[in-house]
Every structure is written in structure tokens, then in C-alpha cells.
T-cell receptor, first 115, second 110 residues
Framework: DTEVTQTPKHLVMGMTNKKSLKCEQH?????MYWYKQKAKKPPELMFV???????INESVPSRFSPECPNSSLLNLHLHALQPEDSALYLC??????????????FGEGSRLTVL | RKEVEQDPGPFNVPEGATVAFNCTYS??????FFWYRQDCRKEPKLLMS???SGNEDGRFTAQLNRASQYISLLIRDSKLSDSATYLC???????????FGAGTRLFVKA
């Protein structure tokens, strides 16, 4: 069983809706990530939080808004999405807060469909 | 040239076969290397780290060749349950931007 928990597992939303994806880890990891994955493609980095501060934003459109309320939680707020945003959204964590290594622990993902 | 390149496959092999995947990376200063496994519609999971001296975990052997800038994964005695996509992952700078290869699909058949 994964130690990174994501909710919801599936989400269908219209282009005018506002929804949020949630991620929780209790491994004491100090870096948390959002990735987007389309079918048959590798994960693409969206955001990284290090010690609860936004460290990396990979030029993600503002209709995606990340939030890190505390060291265990990571949210991704969604608003005015487009059908092409339909994808698997993966949350991950890694132990170190100062640097990455590539040892990522992924949640099971939230499969998003935008109608 | 892509930062991390893999043969996309698919590799179709019978049970018990030995199969090898290669992955090349472009940044010679890259520091950390990994193989992840991703089952269909599931999340990626770390399979093994790759060390300069090579490392083995049961039926799986990973090797790193810094001079030629490639890493490899060897799977011996393939099982049906090995069917998955294998992702080559490189951390080029020690920062948070880990680079994923496109993945190699493996199908093991009875």
C-alpha cells in the first residue's frame, strides 16, 4: 500500500467548476510534488514544495493553483479547466527538503476528466 | 536530443526469458539514476536505484556506464507479473527536477 494518499481517485468536472485534489503523506518527507501524466506518456512535473514553500512552478497555467497547508498536506485547486487538462494527477513526496535525488514516493493518483 | 531516452518497445518475451533495457542520458554531470516500474493505470513505483558499481536485487540487475552515459536494467527469468512499463529516471543536478524517460513497455507471455 502506498504511503502517499490522494483523494479523490476519480473526478469529473465541467469547465466552469471549481474542485480540489488532495494529497497527504505521513513519512516526514519535506518535499512534495504534483505531476501530470497523460496516457502512454511519462509524468510531467508541475509544482514542487520544499519545506512548505513553493520551490518550482513549471510554468503551469494559473487555472491550477497549488497549496501546501502543512508539511503533510498538498492540495491542487482547479478552476476553469479545459478538456485537454484531463489526465492522471500524481502527488509525490521525497525525504530531503533541501535537494532532490529522484527517490519519489507516489500516490495512486487522481484521474481527472474535464467535460 | 532528449535528456533521457529509452527504447519504447514494446518488448514481448516468453516467461523465463532474460530481457534488457537501456537508457541514455545527455547531461554528463547527472548525479542520481533510478528505474521505476509503472503498471497500467497505476502510479510509478521505485524499482531500484542505480549505482556506479552496479547493483542487483533478486532477478533484477541495474548498471551505470558514466563514460557512455547510459544505464541498463536486466531482468532474468521473466514472470508474467513483470509486465509493466519501466521508466528510466535521472536526477541531473541534485535539484528537484527529476527527468523521466518515456518508458519501455514489457509484455511477458505464458
Amino acid at each position: 500500500d502506498t504511503e502517499v494518499t490522494q483523494t479523490p481517485k476519480h473526478l469529473v468536472m465541467g469547465m466552469t467548476n471549481k474542485k480540489s485534489l488532495k494529497c497527504e503523506q505521513h513519512m516526514g518527507h519535506r518535499a512534495m510534488y504534483w505531476y501530470k501524466q497523460k496516457a502512454k506518456k511519462p509524468p510531467e512535473l508541475m509544482f514542487v514544495y520544499s519545506y512548505e514553500k513553493l520551490s518550482i512552478n513549471e510554468s503551469v497555467p494559473s487555472r491550477f493553483s497549488p497549496e501546501c497547508p502543512n508539511s503533510s498536506l498538498l492540495n491542487l485547486h482547479l478552476h476553469a479547466l479545459q478538456p485537454e487538462d484531463s489526465a492522471l494527477y500524481l502527488c509525490a513526496s521525497s525525504q530531503e527538503g533541501d535537494r532532490g535525488t529522484g527517490e519519489l514516493f507516489f500516490g495512486e493518483g487522481s484521474r481527472l476528466t474535464v467535460l | 536530443r532528449k535528456e533521457v531516452e529509452q527504447d519504447p518497445g514494446p518488448f514481448n518475451v516468453p516467461e523465463g526469458a532474460t530481457v534488457a533495457f537501456n537508457c541514455t542520458y545527455s547531461n554528463s554531470a547527472s548525479q542520481s539514476f533510478f528505474w521505476y516500474r509503472q503498471d497500467c493505470r497505476k502510479e510509478p513505483k521505485l524499482l531500484m536505484s542505480v549505482y556506479s558499481s552496479g547493483n542487483e536485487d533478486g532477478r533484477f540487475t541495474a548498471q551505470l556506464n558514466r563514460a557512455s552515459q547510459y544505464i541498463s536494467l536486466l531482468i532474468r527469468d521473466s514472470k508474467l507479473s513483470d509486465s509493466a512499463t519501466y521508466l528510466c529516471v535521472v536526477n541531473p543536478t541534485g535539484g528537484f527536477k527529476t527527468i523521466f524517460g518515456a518508458g519501455t513497455r514489457l509484455f511477458v507471455k505464458a
